[in-house]
């Protein structure tokens, strides 16, 4: 008599999956130290710490040597004499910081208003030329490639009153002689026109290169719909470049309040400390008074108001770059 074997269903198999990764924040603190080292967490420091190391001695000591030399009196070769708030105080109390700041704002409010719309204009021009856009390129760029003292030197001979290029082709029209450099109403105006035309080309290739990232699709259909150039740029190109503006702007407030080249090579400061700026008066606390300390000092308050500045205009602007 044969007997039936009843046989017992397979067991289900399990479906193949995508391997369990393990959380690095499980186990216990030895667990979770052991398995990072066995992922290359020490390999990792160990390549990473000879690049760390260079960047804080030659980046991050400076500003602590900085800090550390605004409390004190040296000459930088005899032995320092800690003085502690004394250099800040003397810095205060001289009349001229406070004309070389006003200086120092007027240039910043002059280059914003002068020279950040120029690199823009310019990007969008040239974004919009049918031909020759190589060629507009380098031309813009053309003046970051001459050495900034040799930029200054040349407008400064543009500006010359007697056989300077500007008067001489506003001689031809009646104009003239003007005394860019010599006269206080226009001196700092001079210095902002050429920082702008020594400046722009470098931004504008920055805005070139954020303009390629828009989709041309918002062009065409924009040309479809009859939109002229102008409503293209305001309703296209300036939204789709809100955050590379804002940061423009940002450098360019942080660049400005620490001019320095152009006024020293141009002006000296003058004529009568109208052109006077808060990185010469730190130049001249250094190498014409030999007051490392006061230098120091005035080096570190502008370096907290420019930190200050750059968190207030961050925190006042996240919410446009959404």
Known sequence: MNRSVKSAPPSPRKQAGPPRLVSPHRGSPAERFVRWVRQGGITTILFGLPMVLTFAYFSWWPIVQSVRLSFEQTNLVGPAQWVGL??????????????????????????????????????????ELRRGGTLFRILAY?????????????????YDPDAGLFNQLLAHVG??????????????????????????????????????SVPSELYEAAEIDGAGIWRRVWHITLPSLRGVILIMLLLQIIGTLQVFT???????????????????????????????????????????????????????TRSWNN
């Not at 490639?145 to 543009?158: C, D, M, R």
């Open 86 to 127: 004394d250099n800040f105080r003397n810095v205060l109390d001289d009349p001229l910081l406070w004309t070389a700041v006003e200086n120092t704002a007027l240039f910043a409010a002059l280059a914003l208003v002068i020279g950040f719309p120029v690199p823009l204009f310019l990007a969008v021009l040239i974004a």
């Open 262 to 316: 152009e006024p020293f090579v141009m002006t000296d400061g003058g004529p009568e400390d109208s052109t006077l700026t808060v990185l010469m008066l730190i130049y001249n606390y250094a190498f014409q008074n030999g007051d490392y300390g006061s230098a120091t000092a005035l080096s570190v308050l502008l370096a907290l108001v420019l930190g200050v500045l750059s968190a207030i205009y961050l925190r006042a």
């Open 175 to 212: 104009l003239g002689p003007y005394p860019w450099l010599q006269s206080t109403d226009t001196a700092m105006l001079s210095i902002v026109l050429e920082a702008t035309w020594a400046g722009f080309g470098s931004t504008v290739i920055i805005y070139l290169a954020a303009l390629g």
């Open 142 to 158: 053309l003046p970051v490639a001459i050495p900034p003292v040799v930029s200054v030197l040349l407008w400064k001979w543009f």
